[in-house]
Every structure is written in C-alpha cells, then in structure tokens.
C-alpha cells in the first residue's frame, strides 16, 4: 500500500475522466450496464488502435522472424476438446445456502459467506467458456464456442502459416482479437471483463533453446512497455511456482503492473512447449511438424507464448500516464501519454473567434490532418483549452494568433512542460514530425515522465 | 454473364491463390473447418489492416465532422428488442419431409425440395442472432446475443459521445467491428460467412436535410471504393423498392460489386430515419436527443448509415486486382493492389545468396522496414522472385547486385509495368517514399488498372 500512497492517480479518478473525455464508456448504459463490459468512445478506440498498431510494429513489421494472423472468433469445437479447455477450463464455484450469492472456492478462505457468514454448499465446476449454436434449430445444432483465447487459432493454422510462406526455425506467428471468458468474479474497470482484447504471440522453437528464447522474451516485453512511458518501478516480473503453472506450461513468468488496486497481471510469458502442437496432432490426426532441411528430421517445436491484454495495456497506460500538478489556485490534470499513444496528436487552436483567425486556422487544420489525427476547437478561453488538451494528453497545442496573419508564424505549446515556442508556419509540419516521431522518450523520475520537448 | 467473359479472375483461382500464398484459409481447416468462417493469413491480415486504416482514415481522421467508437460485441439483451432484431430479425425456414434438408422458403420456388423433389414442412421463422448465456448457471443466466450488426453499439451510446465531445448537427461516428448472424445459406467464400467484420458509420443529421445527405455519402462511399482501385464499371448502385425496405428503413441504396458470381451487394447506405434513437429512447426510459442551442429545442437527428463489409470490401478488392498477362511460355499473375493495400510494400532482393550482397541488402532492409511492411527474399531465381511478389502484390521490389556494391545504387522494379530504375542508395527511401504514398491511383480500362509507375 506504501507503494501507492505518492501516486495520484485512484481508479475513481480516473473512470471518472474516461467517460467524461469520451474514453472508455460502461456497456450498454442506457440499460444499466451488460456486466463487466464496457465501451471505447471516441478517444479510447483512438488509444486502443495506437496500442495494438505499436505492438504490432513491435513484433510483426520491426522483426524478420515473425508473421500476422487473424483466425476467427468460432472454431471447430474440437479444437477446445484438443486444448483441454473442454475438460479443464472451470472454476470452481459454492453458493452460499442463506443469502444465495455465488463465490469461487478458490477466492475466499473457511466454509462460512463471506458476505453473510451462512453455510456455503460443496463446491460445483463450472467452465468459462460461452456457448452457443450454430445451425437452424437449437436442440439439433452444433455447440460452439467463444474462444476463450486467441492462442488455439494460431496452433491450428501452424500448417498452413509453414507452407504458405516456407519459414524457417525459429519463427513466430502474432495474433490480435477479442476473446470472451464467462468469469464470475469480474472487475476493476476493464482489468477484468467478459469480453476483452489479447495481443498474442506464438513463437516456435527447436526445442532445447526454449529456455533461452523464454528469457528473451521476457526481456523484450518489459522493454515494449517501457519504451512506451511505463515506468520501469511499476513493473515487476513473477515467476509461477510449479504448482500455479497451467496444464500446458512448463514456467510462466508473469509481468504485473501496479495498478490502482495493486499488483496485478498485464502480461504473461508462457513456455508451453510442444503441449498444444502435439494435442492438435493427436485429435486432428494431421501430421503437425516442422521439417528441418539440414538435419532431415521432422520436429515438433516447443512454444514460447508472450501472451498481453489490449484493455489491461490500455488500463496501464493511462494509469501511468495520470498526474496532477498545482498550477495557481487549480489543479492541472495531465495525461504524459507517450506521443505515439496519444488519441489526438495535436490540437489547432486559434486564439479567439475572430473571424480574421479562420481561414489560416482551417487551413493548417486541413493540411495537419491529413498525417496525424488532428483537432480544431475554438470554444472557451486558451487557458481552458489548454487544460482540455492536457487532461486528454495531446502533446501539442498550436495556436494561431493576430500576429500570425503578419509573421506567418505560430506557437507550439508542449504538454509536459507547458513550454512554448515559435515556428514558421512552413516549418510547422516538419517541427511537429520531428517531435512526434523522432525523439526518444525519456523517463525522469521522481518528477513524472518527461519525453524531449523544446531544447531550451 | 457476358460482363464476366473478360475477366480472368475466377472465385477457384483467387481461393487457391489465397490459400497458397498465405491471405485467407478455411477457419478450423485441420478439423474439416468451421462452417462458413475463414482466417486470415500473414498476407490476409496486412491486407485486412490497411482496408480498415484506410477507411478510419477516410471517415474519421480526414473529416472534421466525425469520431470513432469500439463498442462491445456482448450488449444489454434490451438492446435488440428494441432494434426489432428479437421479434423481426428472422428467415422462414422450411424442411424437405423426405430427405430432411433445410431451406429459406423465401429462396425457392414452389412447394417441393430442390434436391429430391420431396414434400416440405410449412415454414416457421428462425432468429438469425447467436445466443449465449451470461452467468454461472445456464437456466438461471442472462441470454445475450453476440450483435448481429455494429450499429446498435453507436446508437446506445449516442448521449455518452455527445456530452464527451460536444459535437453539432450533423455529425457522424464511426466503428468497425465483429457481428455474427446465424445464417443457414452461406459462401462464396468470404462474401457470406457466420462472422464477419463490419464499417459502419451513422450519421446524425437535422430531419429534413436527411435525403441530401444520403446522396452524399453515397457519392463518398463510390469514391472511396474507385479512389483505392475498384473499376467504376464494377461497381453498380441498386435503390431498394418499398417492398424491400427493412422496417428501420425510409429508403437504401446499395452498392453492388461484379463478384465472380455475379452482382452482390458490397456496401447499404440506408436512410434509417429516427427510428434506432426513438426506440432506445422508449425502451430505456432516457431522453435521447440533441439540443440545438440556436432554436433552443430538442431534435431527435435522422441517420444515414454506410454500412461496409470489410471481408466484402477485401474481396472485391482481391478479384478487382487479380490479374493474369502472358509472360514468355508462361501466365503472370499479378494481383494489381493499391499501394495503400498491398500487404508487404517492398521486397528486398539480393541477386544471389552470394556472401557479399548479405551486409548491403539486409542493412537495407533493415532500414526500409522501419518505415513499411517489407520482405527480404534470397530464395530462389531473381525472376521467380519477381513472379511471387506480382502474385501477392508487392508495388516494389529492390534488387541489390554486384553492381550495387561498386555504384551505391541499387534497381527498383515495379510490379506493374515491370520497369526498372536505378537509383542511389541515399535516395532509395525518398524515392520509394513518393512512389508509395505520394502518386495518385490512374485507372487505365481497358488495359487493367495502373498506378503511376516511373516516367520514361
């Protein structure tokens, strides 16, 4: 608790600003909310999409070993009886015989309700996974489920994936989508939902040099995050002791995050060795390997799987990024988004309403946006605006003010440090580039997170 | 049947080319697939990408009218009846009380089955929405429905966007995301699947001005289609009569494309009048509407919907592409994509796997793939290399030779015409950079489609 206590982010804060800015929106409000579901509104999707597209630049596009896949939400039912989630995805579940509210055994200690002190019943397994039919009638149709990862719809095109573009060991297949997971205990905001996103990477290996590659990965993920503005002392690696490790895993470190309600997982990075490959082979009764040119052998590669929430990332980073700081008799909230993260990348703000103002104002709005996600506001006072920008964490303001119809200049105001300078409107979309794309993002604590502004 | 005679795509073609090549498999393949879902592959996915970036950047980043939204595929069960979806969104179904097949009554003609000429049943209606249940215990949980369509998610959330961003009449949100209906006829490959992805926008509008802003936004979405490659002469629009209205419905236009088995349906622009916000407003108990500070009323808008299917809209735009020309004793297939679509930009091609090209050609690459999706390619014959990346696309190749390594200037040939240029290493990126981003798209009937390629 002492490790929260010199933050100034809660998470009341901060669900207060996401549906207020238009980031993050509980599901289906109008009709009391569809339980631990909730919505991304214009900012959040903005957020959302950034994070998934720097990640995929990560392991896709910045990598020569790597290649995308999108499987579909539905699969072949056989493929959860393959995985084990059939069998053994379940919790297990006790109802309390006084009161009739349901727990997960595994979450409360002694046999009394937490709630209301009665007797709970034995507990009963109950599999997470949503169901549904496909096929005209109900009772005659197939059962099929929501994935409850994305992981098996990367196994199951293994083959596919080889022979269509013949690569070689090691390689590794990335995957984005949403999964679904029935869970009894949800909450947390978007930490845990129902429905929710997963940025997951296969990485298949001659077996031997898992455990190696198992490391590298580690490292690689904690880097990505920090690359992005976490701090490095809000993350903390924990390794799974051997009786905490899944059915098909052979370690697991997981990376946590200290979020408001503590440490709690961001990401986990599995080895499941060749578990999932061989149960596919086995149900499927496909030959499921890897030949190996130099060695003639058919082999069937172990897997390291460095396997991220979309929402939990989202939820840290704008978890980091929350600070506040005195400014006059006001609190300035501001949100240190990295650049590359940021909804709105600049914000075009002309000084007043002065119609004098528009035509420049409008005109640079209209060439700015055709590179970056841009906005153009012209209500309230500067001062306001500027908090408005800061609260939502667009790094840049430019301002058009009188004197730019005389020196065809305007002022780039920096989110961070607030400071200010004055470029030539030609050198405007140069200047903004170098600063959005080109600089490095430093980290300075204690005092928050700084990326390079102005050099003084 | 006469307009397809010249076409030289086939639907078994482009199936077997996507398969090959790594676009698109059959969902679940190795478990004798998933009925009517498919997966996309490393190609597929890219490709899939830049539809949807290129269409967020068209709809939402380039106007100054319009945000986006990423709402929840699980929504409050209320939802849909409001909708109508849980009383109307249904197909009569008939059986064959001989050989028990199963038919939508609406698709045949007469009283006897097609295939064995049996008796069949009266008709009953079957609801097209996936159902599932929220909670832990089947008969005591919430039925929910995954989303037959993205629209809803917007039009619930309409209150909670409006007073997070203050936007004014006429303004518009955007969403791309999954929907699953439970159709009983499907195929054509990904024309019809179970799952699928939809663009949507819905844009609210002052009642009254709603027929001129759907002529619009027709017009933009015809544009959108021919400014990324569709041949105009492919694309037909079809107004719906009054018969064929859906109940949310005053009028619909749909933009039909020549698919390879015939004119089908690629994207509805349908005027959906006040009916969505009317019901929600009803069936939630909530004011839903906008106040028009000028008039000092509350204006319940009027909405037009484009409404896009992205795998439709990657079809079309494989078939539209899909090109075959003679090549010496051989065919060339190329596949003509906009550069915006293409899945790998550039292709990095030592001439041979001698040991001297490797530092050059992957310090280029190394460099190129920073800013683009691009492979580096040592297999094989320059020739059989050029011949792939025709076949899935690629604008560019850059061939790094002997030569190179004496001159500093390496070839770039281009998909299209096959020119080659020289160009020094230092000028490479900018070189490419204006090819990729900066030339118009020129369609050239009736020779097939070009690109601005080199001037001679």
Redesign the interface.
């Known amino acids: 608790m002492t490790e929260q206590a010199t933050r100034k982010v809660t998470m009341d804060k901060l669900v207060s600003l996401c549906?207020?800015?238009?980031y993050i929106?509980p599901?289906?409000?109008?009709?009391?909310?569809?339980?631990a579901?909730?919505?991304?509104?214009?900012?959040?999707?903005?957020l959302?999409?950034n994070v998934k597209a720097c990640w995929?630049r990560s392991v896709?596009?910045?990598r020569?070993d790597m290649?995308?896949?999108?499987?579909?939400?539905?699969?072949?039912p056989?493929?959860w009886v393959a995985s084990g989630h059939v069998d053994g995805f379940a919790d297990p579940?006790v109802d309390c015989k006084q009161c009739r509210k349901?727990w997960r055994s595994d979450n409360i200690a002694g046999e009394k309700c937490p709630e209301c002190g009665g007797d709970l019943t034995e507990p009963r397994m109950?599999n997470l996974m949503?169901?549904?039919?496909?096929?005209?009638?109900e009772d005659e149709a197939a059962v099929?489920y929501?994935r409850p990862e994305t992981a098996q719809?990367i196994f199951?095109?293994f083959?596919?994936?080889l022979s269509?573009?013949?690569r070689k060991l090691p390689f590794g297949?990335a995957?984005i989508g949403?999964a679904?997971r029935?869970e009894?205990t949800t909450g947390n905001f978007i930490f845990r939902m129902?429905?929710f996103e997963q940025m997951e990477v296969e990485y298949f290996v001659v077996p031997g040099s898992d455990e190696e590659w198992f490391r590298t990965w580690v490292d690689e993920r904690v880097k990505w995050y920090t690359d992005l503005g976490i701090s490095r002392e809000n993350l903390r690696l924990v390794q799974h002791g051997v009786d905490e490790l899944a059915h098909y895993a052979k370690s697991c470190t997981d990376i946590e995050y200290l979020f408001p309600m503590g440490w709690s997982e961001l990401e986990g990075i599995a080895n499941r060795t060749d578990f999932d490959l061989k149960q596919?082979a086995g149900?499927?009764g496909?030959d499921?390997s890897y030949y190996d040119e130099d060695t003639k052998e058919h082999i069937v590669p172990y897997v390291i799987e460095p396997s991220a929430g979309v929402d939990r990332s989202v939820l840290a980073f704008l978890v980091d990024a929350y600070d506040e700081e005195p400014d006059k008799d006001e609190i300035r909230v501001v949100l240190r988004l990295h650049p590359d993260l940021a909804p709105v990348k600049v914000a075009i703000l002309p000084l007043s309403r002065n119609e004098k103002l528009l035509p420049l104002s409008q005109d640079i709005?209209n060439n700015l946006?055709?590179c970056?996600?841009v906005q153009?506001d012209n209500?309230q006072s500067i001062g306001r605006r500027y908090r408005r920008y800061d609260e939502i964490g667009t790094p840049f303001c430019v301002t058009i003010d009188f004197d730019s119809l005389e020196d065809n200049a305007v002022t780039i105001r920096e989110r961070d440090g607030m400071k200010q300078i004055r470029v030539p409107i030609a050198e405007l979309k140069a200047t903004l580039d170098a600063k959005l794309c080109g600089q490095p993002f430093e980290v300075l604590p204690p005092g928050g997170k700084k990326w390079l502004g102005f050099e003084e």
């Open positions: 549906k207020r800015r238009g929106f599901s289906s409000e109008i009709y009391g909310g569809m339980g579901c909730y919505d991304y509104g214009p900012l959040g999707v903005e959302k999409n995929w896709v596009q910045e020569d290649v995308g896949l999108d499987a579909s939400i539905l699969m072949h056989q493929t579940l349901r109950f949503f169901k549904t039919h496909v096929g005209a009638v099929v929501l719809g199951v095109n083959e596919n994936v269509s573009t013949r297949i995957q949403k679904f029935n009894i129902r429905e596919h149900h499927s496909k499921i709005y946006r055709r970056w996600m153009y209500a």
